[in-house]
């Protein structure tokens, strides 16, 4: 394995009280933090070289949707590593994920987004049950309602495991 830092956008999309979650839905392969263990995680994805943080999360979010979106405000950074014993499917342990509140046009809550890619699809997860979930990185948890809370909270957290 050849370990790189991975430079990712995320987004906070909420609808209604409910929050836009992303998940690998494939039986095989998975490339999960533990082998065949299902998690939800913010959508977005990979900067591309010389592309911008916003750029690259207005185009992960139309390519995984299908919907264009606005970015309402940039929230905070999470850096997050783990380790894949035996895993050799998904190779990065190590991410940098700048995160932004984002709104997509002309979408509800109460409509189901059609899979466009094959290892990525989506749920909407009520905001109160988000305790309830493997959602992952696990500290998100405690992040996203102190974001709602605050409009102005820029928030960094580094998990290292």
């Known amino acids: 394995m050849d370990p790189k830092i991975h430079v990712l956008?995320?987004?906070?999309?909420?609808?209604?009280?409910?929050?836009?979650?992303?998940?690998?839905?494939?039986?095989?392969?998975?490339h999960y933090y533990e082998l065949n263990a299902p998690f939800f995680y913010l959508p977005g994805g990979h900067l591309e070289f010389k592309e911008s943080s916003e750029d690259a999360l207005l185009r992960e979010i139309f390519e995984e949707t299908g919907y264009g979106s606005d970015i309402e405000?940039?929230?905070?950074?999470?850096?997050h590593s783990w380790k894949f014993p035996g895993d050799e499917v998904c190779y990065h342990t190590h991410e940098i994920n700048l995160i932004f509140?984002?709104?997509?046009?002309?979408i509800k809550s109460n409509i189901k987004i059609v899979q466009k890619e094959e290892h990525v699809a989506f749920k909407w997860v009520s905001l109160?049950?988000?305790?309830?979930?493997?959602l992952r990185p696990a500290i998100?948890?405690?992040?996203?309602?102190?974001w709602l809370v605050d409009n102005k909270l820029r928030m960094f957290q580094s998990v290292m495991t």
């Open 9 to 30: 956008s995320r987004a906070l999309i909420i609808h209604n009280d409910q929050l836009l979650l992303a998940y690998d839905p494939r039986q095989e392969p998975k």
């Open 73 to 79: 405000r940039f929230l905070g950074v999470l850096e």
């Open 101 to 106: 509140k984002v709104n997509l046009k002309g």
């Open 128 to 134: 109160e049950k988000i305790n309830d979930i493997d």
């Open 140 to 146: 998100l948890k405690n992040m996203i309602p102190q």
